[in-house]
């Protein structure tokens, strides 16, 4: 049985779309230095920005959002990969497993992440 916790929501803080849907399967034990939601806000945003959109499926129109879930090993490296909902498209979904590995060191979290990977051709 996985825990899921709830996307924190902190009203004082402005919206960011990289926290967006992002979660930690478990409990983080970082004591002090960027709170869980900033470190979530830079690991999504991270993975995005080195995500190759499939040559394929960027010619054939398809988007749609694949969740990966992962935990962070001691390097600081993406370990244990796996789509957890797929978009649809088995590119998509290779591509959003590889943005992970990709994505070289992230910040430190405790626990299995689960981050959705968008595919949009063009950005709203």
């Keep these: 049985m996985a825990l899921c916790a709830a996307p924190a929501v902190v009203c004082a803080e402005p919206h960011n779309p990289y926290l967006e849907g992002a979660t ?4 983080d034990g970082l004591p002090a230095g ?5 470190r979530l806000a830079e690991i999504r945003r991270r993975l995005q920005e080195v995500l190759i959109y ?4 960027r ?3 398809v988007e749609g959002v694949t969740r990966i879930h992962f935990s962070i090993g001691p390097d600081g490296h993406a370990q244990e990969i796996a789509t957890a909902a ?7 979904d290779k591509a959003a497993e590889r943005s992970a590995v990709d994505a070289g060191a992230l910040p ?10 968008r595919f949009e051709l063009e950005s709203r």
């Design 24 to 27: 930690v399967l478990g409990v």
């Design 108 to 117: 430190r979290i405790l626990g299995r992440l689960s981050v959705p990977i």
């Design 34 to 38: 960027p709170s869980v939601e900033d």
């Design 86 to 92: 797929s978009s649809g498209d088995r590119l998509l």
């Design 59 to 61: 010619k054939r129109g």
């Design 54 to 57: 499939p040559p394929i499926s």
